[in-house]
T-cell receptor, first 110, second 117 residues
Framework: GQSLEQPSEVTAVEGAIVQINCTYQ??????LSWYQQHDGGAPTFLSY????GLEETGRFSSFLSRSDSYGYLLLQELQMKDSASYFC???????????FGQGTTLQVKP | DADVTQTPRNRITKTGKRIMLECSQT?????MYWYRQDPGLGLRLIYY???????NKGEISDGYSVSRQAQAKFSLSLESAIPNQTALYFC????????????????FGPGTRLTVL
């Protein structure tokens, strides 16, 4: 089956850098993606990696190592508005499903 | 106007009642999904549909049914609601292209908060 593991909570201070790790198990891997969800809101897509390496989008970067079944989301220059839950998700071409991790709650402190 | 809408936004009902949650989208996407979110459990897939005639069970379909009335509409029904179906329900859509981004990028509605007493 498909499964993902990510830390449940992370705390950092404004202006700092934080890394949220995700390990996964799946067959027919077709991409690792990241979603952000503010409290009470809908998840919104941040990025996805299909190939090994780092993808940068502004203050956010996402990394993938397919050989290690591992990825991370890197948030730089943290702002208070980055306080949210972050979900990694893996798509399997075998099942046609996008399966989400349990989410990491990021708290940014002043 | 929002691309993916859900009605109702909030609903309180009693055990044993039949409930329908509706989802509409204007994105022109073929693929639609229903998820359930419980605290600490992330998003779990209930049902998904790749087109009007294609409906598939997700991880937790027991106690739920769906109807894809048109490309733009996908409804979720709880035939006889029970308290452990109290949760936040999200509808989502995605493009049917063959690129990785099509499979991985989903667009979510605002959610329906359902409480079963």
């Amino acid at each position: 089956g498909q499964s993902l593991e990510q830390p449940s909570e992370v705390t950092a201070v404004e202006g700092a850098i934080v890394q949220i790790n995700c390990t996964y198990q799946t067959s027919g891997f077709y991409g690792l993606s990241w979603y952000q969800q503010h409290d009470g809101g809908a998840p919104t897509f941040l990025s996805y990696n299909a190939l090994d390496g780092l993808e940068e989008t502004g203050r956010f970067s996402s990394f993938l190592s397919r050989s290690d079944s591992y990825g991370y989301l890197l948030l730089q220059e943290l702002q208070m508005k980055d306080s949210a839950s972050y979900f990694c998700a893996v798509y399997s071409s075998n099942t046609g499903k996008l399966i989400f991790g349990q989410g990491t709650t990021l708290q940014v402190k002043p | 106007d929002a691309d993916v809408t859900q009605t109702p936004r909030n609903r309180i009902t009693k055990t044993g009642k039949r409930i329908m949650l509706e989802c509409s989208q204007t994105k022109g996407h073929d693929r639609m999904y229903w998820y359930r979110q419980d605290p600490g459990l992330g998003l779990r897939l209930i049902y998904y549909s790749f087109d009007v005639k294609d409906i598939n069970k997700g991880e937790i379909s027991d106690g739920y049914s769906v109807s894809r009335q048109a490309q733009a509409k996908f409804s979720l029904s709880l035939e006889s609601a029970i308290p452990n179906q109290t949760a936040l329900y999200f509808c989502a859509t995605s493009d049917s292209g063959t690129s990785g981004s099509s499979y991985n990028e989903q667009f979510f509605g605002p959610g329906t908060r359902l409480t079963v007493l």
